[in-house]
């Protein structure tokens, strides 16, 4: 089974992203499981491109995407994304969209398609900003996937700057280490592996 794992850049003030981290220190495979990982840029217009590219690229059997939520404590599993996009700062593009629908003809929202037993938290909030309309848009897709944010940890426990781009509050110190998400999230792809089985 391949599974592509992937994370943001930096955006807004920061020169920092959890998800990107993390990514750095997941293991490259899980016994006969292998696990590739990309970095998407924080940006509305070319995220889902990218994605694309990655996953031509690994022709996965299912995808984690990873973002930061600069209001969390713990890590969530984003159970649904929303159709639209409503940026409290600019992309990484410059873009800000406000109050905008992702796909015109699209359903109001769509549910995360990999389902595993999990002790992970669920949110059914996944924010407005390019990590909802990531999740929205891989949650079309033919491959199974589930969006999951991590709190804004950063390096000697800086405080993040960013925050309010997800959730309606400023940003909060969360006591987990990049670490502790990198295994905490290891333990989720392995109950992947073991649920789901390759695509034939």
């Known amino acids: ?4 794992v992937t994370g943001f850049e930096p955006f807004g003030a920061d020169t920092s992203n959890a ?7 997941l ?12 970095v998407l840029p924080v940006s509305f217009r070319r995220s889902t491109r990218v994605l694309d590219d990655l996953i031509a690229t690994h022709v996965p059997d299912a ?5 930061e ?3 969390r404590t713990q890590i969530n599993l984003e159970r649904f994304a929303v159709n639209q996009i409503h940026a409290r700062i600019a992309d990484n593009d410059g873009a800000q969209p406000v109050g905008e629908r992702i796909e015109p003809d699209g359903p109001a929202r769509r549910e995360a398609t990999v389902v595993v037993p999990s002790e992970l938290t669920v949110s059914e909030d996944a924010g407005r900003f390019v990590c909802n309309r990531i999740a929205y848009y891989a949650y079309g897709l033919s491959i199974p996937a589930q969006f999951i944010h991590v709190p804004a940890v ?5 405080r993040a700057l960013v925050g309010a781009e997800t959730d309606a509050s400023p940003p909060v110190s969360s006591e987990l280490t990049v670490a502790q998400l990198a295994a905490s999230l290891t333990k989720y792809l392995q109950d992947i592996c073991f ?4 695509r034939r």
Request: aromatic share 0%; glycine share 16%.
């Open 154 to 158: 950063r390096p000697d426990q800086a």
């Open 63 to 67: 995808l984690v995407l990873l973002g």
């Open 19 to 25: 998800s990107e981290q993390t990514l750095k220190l």
């Open 27 to 38: 293991p490259q495979s899980l016994g006969e499981h292998q696990i590739h990982t990309g």
């Open 69 to 71: 939520a600069g209001g």
């Open 195 to 198: 649920h789901h089985g390759p």
């Open 1 to 4: 089974m391949r599974i592509l």
